[in-house]
């Protein structure tokens, strides 16, 4: 199974310009809305027709402007799930099922069809229901189950867990894990969020612009983004603009603060990046490299973790520093608490520096 995309879409003020190429594997097409995640899987599935290029799934030419080859949505046989999952609301949840099934034969045979479908994911019960009848989860469910009838050459999906709570998130997650197991595909899963991209896929293709940043398996993008882009969609909270002033050392321009990184800082570095969660108290008797001393300007507190928010010494700058404390276990005086001044130390090997 696999996919050869390279193609060209000009729309009003906006041009999509990507090539990517992926095997029997699952990847999460990960960027800020109006990147054009949707606007590719549309254009593979043939809803959207490119200005040029080529689109070939499992060496079958979808769409080829040299060759003059464009397949219909029908002949390319493709899977897209929306997050409003587009079931029939006149028909039955079998039929439904079957509703993209070739020659499923009569109404009993395309009842068993169904059930076979359903049954991978706990509705073998559900066949002769209708849409309305059921939940937001059992409508996803049985729009898996649809797709994985229609056996496509290639699974699609567009945000469809988006607008669900998160513990019918957590249960639909394992459903899409059991629709991965048994059906052997490439996989291209548009998302916003980079824990269900880590949790659902093995590889990460960062966009920007309508153009491919970065892409490379989850551990790499996650833990070595090489674009501001990457570092912001993989939930790094503090960047900042940055030059080299030393063979191992950076500005950040936007905290008007310096560090050490440790290895060659390359000359042509723009940006400088430090999770939430990558710095803490120095609690040394003297300063080491890499500290200083920061006021707490506010504290806010989720279930687990209480967010700090630390000035910078610029005192213009336009953000502040965002600080991810564990907060499990911890007695509530010993948290930090805002208007203290505290001595943080900033990792060497935990900054990231970004050259685009």
């Known amino acids: 199974m696999s996919l050869v995309l390279d193609i060209k879409k000009r729309y009003p003020g906006f041009t999509l310009d990507i090539q990517l190429e992926a095997g029997e594997e699952r990847v999460a097409l990960l960027g800020a809305s109006g990147c054009g995640k949707s606007c590719t899987l549309r254009c593979i599935a043939g809803v959207e027709t490119p200005d040029e290029g080529k689109i070939v799934v499992n060496g079958m030419a979808f769409f080829d402007s040299a060759a003059g080859i464009n397949l219909s949505p029908q002949e390319r046989k493709c899977a897209l799930l929306f997050q409003n999952y587009?079931?029939?609301?006149?028909?039955?949840?079998?039929?439904?099922?079957?509703?993209?099934?070739?020659?499923?034969?009569?109404?009993?045979?395309?009842?068993?069809?169904a059930e076979r479908y359903l049954g991978i994911f706990g509705l073998a019960d559900f066949a002769d229901r209708y849409p309305a009848r059921l939940s937001g989860g059992q409508q996803q469910r049985v729009a898996l189950a649809r797709m994985v009838a229609a056996h496509p050459g290639i699974f699609m999906f567009d945000e469809p867990m988006s607008a669900l709570d998160s513990y019918l998130k957590s249960a639909l997650e394992q459903n899409m894990l059991d629709l991965f197991d048994v059906c052997n595909r490439?996989?291209?899963?548009?998302?916003?969020?980079?824990?269900?991209?880590?949790?659902?896929?093995?590889?990460?293709?960062?966009?920007?612009?309508?153009?491919?940043?970065?892409?490379?398996?989850?551990?790499?993008?996650?833990?070595?983004?090489?674009?501001?882009?990457?570092?912001?969609?993989?939930?790094?909270?503090?960047?900042?603009?940055?030059?080299?002033?030393?063979?191992?050392?950076v500005e950040a321009l936007d905290w008007g603060m310096t560090f050490n990184v440790g290895r060659e800082v390359p000359d042509n570095v723009v940006y400088l990046g430090i999770r939430a969660s990558y710095f803490h108290v120095d609690n040394r008797a003297e300063r080491g490299r890499n500290s200083y001393d920061l006021h707490v300007a506010r504290v806010s507190d989720s279930r687990f973790e209480r967010l700090v928010l630390l000035d910078v010494p610029r005192v213009d700058a336009p953000t502040r520093l965002q600080w991810k404390v564990n907060k499990v276990g911890v007695p509530v005086d010993e948290l930090p608490q805002a208007g203290e001044t505290l001595r943080m130390h900033f990792d060497a090997s935990r900054i990231h520096l970004a050259c685009r």
């Open 86 to 113: 587009q079931l029939f609301p006149n028909m039955t949840v079998a039929d439904n099922v079957c509703a993209g099934v070739k020659d499923a034969g009569d109404a009993a045979a395309r009842k068993r069809l």
């Open 186 to 249: 490439t996989v291209l899963y548009v998302s916003h969020d980079i824990d269900e991209a880590c949790r659902l896929c093995q590889r990460i293709c960062v966009m920007h612009n309508g153009r491919v940043e970065e892409i490379g398996s989850v551990e790499d993008v996650v833990r070595r983004p090489q674009t501001l882009a990457a570092l912001r969609l993989t939930g790094c909270k503090n960047t900042s603009r940055a030059r080299k002033i030393g063979d191992e050392e």
